[in-house]
């Protein structure tokens, strides 16, 4: 059999295959080069970067749950002038294909960030953040609003030709309605999802064990929470779907892709295994052997329900 | 820095509920500097799911060395660990003590748990300098002299050593502990380190403290473990920029 053909494409965005790492997962890349052949992975998307630097939410930031993590992070990161200055020089060398993800607390902001990384060849796609649960202003305020999700996509839109992928709160009712907005205005790909609102208490103390009082879950805790999130999208809206939660092994992926992903990201799974994106390639490759398969887009979407 | 797999050669109890793991690593033993720390997997599943960081303790050719105490489910999974068991580790993280300077007396003070650090550090200082260990734990189980020198014990409830915190034996005999070229290498719990900040402050010594955080990576990629910078308005990171400080680096 010829050899398995792992390339997808978001919008007009063609990556050699479809496993990415996730927004605040790898940093800017550098740390976990180390670990791990980066120049492998199907895309790099940066730690979120807002126009001015962010100092984050005080200690404790981070607590584990049963299968899986609260973190509270609040979005803490070097701003966008240093983000061009000293980590986009790095993000060149590693032969990967970068996304940068993008935070802000108002649309000008969003528009803003767009503008200035749109110049930077070394990026090739936008993934908006409209769905952050650990900052005061911006996050969840824009991103369980419909209007504001529209509006957001569309000021984004009109200040670059580059692919720009929505990212997708799963703490809303009806996740398809905001793929819809997305699309319609003019996104190319929606990811889903982003950490749900979850919190921790310490029955000693009664208090809550992350300074924030509440984080964002992640890990294999949400995985059937994603997953139903990508299905629904993908039943009611034909836009490209990166899915996104709990996803630690190749099989969790071959899940996503039947549910309705394109793409999928790996978040949490990069502290403990730096590895697990490469493993997860080889996985999907194997599985498309073992299923005589030779390309990824007979799996995605092939959902079968009952009638 | 490697994601290793180490094998147990030996684990030891050192007392009721305190472990000394003995593992065959050569890439880490090769690399590793006192009070860098290792990321470890504990069990081959997704439970528990995070990491769990622990300061190298001690090294001895191919082998490294972990002391620790089984207060959750992942030291209670090591602490059942047998002998051949693979153990995936990433390390050596974070930096360690700055020992590469003129000095004349390496001061240590540990609680509780923070002697583990203190067998390697002494190994490599041992031929170097003078060398005074003040530790201090809730009782007498709680007291581990594994590997250190010239060692003065502090408890809580008297039962073994001076009755009181180290930190007051600190005090009582600052004198005569206490000169030009002594640096104080400290490692143990939070308010234990905020005092010997005050302490080293007031007394004009120069201070390294080995820090503690909760931590998802250990490697810097996840932002989990900030720790607030004294000289400007930002946080540094207990895994990357750390564990070890500057006492007057940082604000407790
Ligand atoms: C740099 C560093 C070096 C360390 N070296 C040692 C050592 O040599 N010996 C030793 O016994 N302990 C050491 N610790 C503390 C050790 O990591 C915790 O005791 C251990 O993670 C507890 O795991 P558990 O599952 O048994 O406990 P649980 O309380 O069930 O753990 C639950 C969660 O909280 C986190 N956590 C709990 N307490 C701490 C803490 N004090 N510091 C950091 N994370 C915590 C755990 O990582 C885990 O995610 C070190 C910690 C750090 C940050
Ligand atoms: C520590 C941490 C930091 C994160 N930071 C960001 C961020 O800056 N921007 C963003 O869009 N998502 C962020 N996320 C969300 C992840 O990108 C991902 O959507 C989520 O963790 C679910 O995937 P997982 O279960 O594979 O981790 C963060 C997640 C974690 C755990
Ligand atoms: S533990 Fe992840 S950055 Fe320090």
Redesign the interface.
């Known amino acids: 059999m010829s050899e398995i053909d792992l390339q997808v494409k978001l919008g007009n965005l063609t990556l050699k295959n479809p496993v990415l790492l996730a927004s ?4 800017y890349g550098n ?2 080069s ?2 791990t052949d980066l120049s492998k992975i199907g895309a790099i998307i940066t ?1 979120s970067v807002s126009l001015k630097p962010r ?10 749950t049963a ?3 609260l ?1 509270a ?1 609040g979005l ?1 990161n070097v701003g966008l002038e240093v983000f061009v200055k000293e980590k986009i020089p790095f993000l060149k060398e590693i032969q990967s294909t970068i996304i940068c993800n993008i935070a802000a607390s108002s649309i000008e902001e969003y528009v803003e960030c767009t503008k200035v990384l749109d110049h930077e060849d070394e990026i090739k796609g936008f993934e908006i953040n409209v769905s952050c649960p650990n900052v005061k202003e911006g996050g969840l305020e824009f991103g369980n609003n419909l209007t504001a999700v529209g509006k957001i996509t569309e000021k984004v839109r009109a200040v670059t030709n580059k692919p720009i992928i929505i990212k997708l709160s799963p703490n809303v009712a009806r996740i398809s309605e905001f793929a819809k907005v997305a699309k319609d205005e003019g996104a190319d790909a929606v990811s889903a999802i982003n950490t749900l609102v979850g919190t921790a208490f310490d029955i000693w103390t009664g208090k809550p064990k992350i300074y924030n009082v509440t984080g964002g879950l992640s ?2 805790a949400i995985k059937p929470v994603a997953l139903a999130k990508v299905l629904e999208i993908s039943r009611n809206v034909d836009i490209p779907i990166i899915g996104v939660g709990g996803i ?1 092994n190749w099989k969790d992926a071959v899940e996503f892709m039947i549910a309705g992903a394109t793409a999928i990201q790996i978040g ?1 799974v ?6 697990a994106g490469i493993e997860i390639i080889e996985g999907l490759k194997n599985y498309c052997k073992q299923k005589e398969i030779t390309s990824l887009a007979e799996i995605i979407a092939s959902y079968k329900l009952p009638s | 820095m490697i994601n290793e797999k180490i094998i147990v050669q030996s684990l030891e109890k050192l007392q009721p509920n305190i472990y000394l793991m003995k593992a065959k690593a050569p890439v880490i033993a090769s690399q590793v500097k006192p009070s860098q720390f290792c990321n470890i997997k504990v069990s081959d599943n997704d439970f528990p799911l995070l990491r769990r960081p622990f300061s190298v303790c001690d090294v001895q050719g191919d082998s490294i060395f972990f002391m620790f105490d089984v207060h959750g489910e992942g030291t209670r999974i090591l602490s059942e660990k047998m002998i051949g068991d693979e153990i995936e580790v990433l390390g050596p993280l974070g930096n360690g003590f700055n020992y590469n300077k003129k000095f004349n007396k390496a001061l240590i003070i540990a609680g509780g748990l923070g002697v583990a650090p203190f067998p390697f550090l002494t190994k490599v200082l041992i031929d170097k300098v003078e060398i005074v260990s003040l530790i201090g734990g809730r009782n007498k189980n709680y007291v581990v002299k594994y590997g250190l020198k010239n060692v003065s014990v502090a408890t809580d409830d008297g039962s073994e050593g001076y009755k009181g915190t180290v930190l007051d034996l600190l005090e009582a005999n600052k004198e005569s502990l206490i000169d030009d070229g002594t640096i104080i290498f400290s490692c143990g719990p939070t308010p234990m380190l905020k005092a010997l900040q005050k302490f080293a402050e007031q007394n004009n010594v120069e201070c390294q403290l080995s820090t503690e955080c909760a931590m998802a990576c250990g490697f810097g990629i996840c932002q989990g473990c900030p720790v607030h910078s004294s000289t400007e308005d930002k946080y540094l990171l207990v895994c990357k920029d750390g564990p070890v400080f500057d006492s007057k680096e940082i604000v407790l």
């Open positions: 605040g997962t790898v940093g740390e976990i180390q670990f730690k100092k984050g939410n005080p200690p404790q930031r981070i607590v584990e299968s899986g993590m973190n992070i803490a890990g294999p630690m949490t990069n502290f403990i295994n730096p590895q």
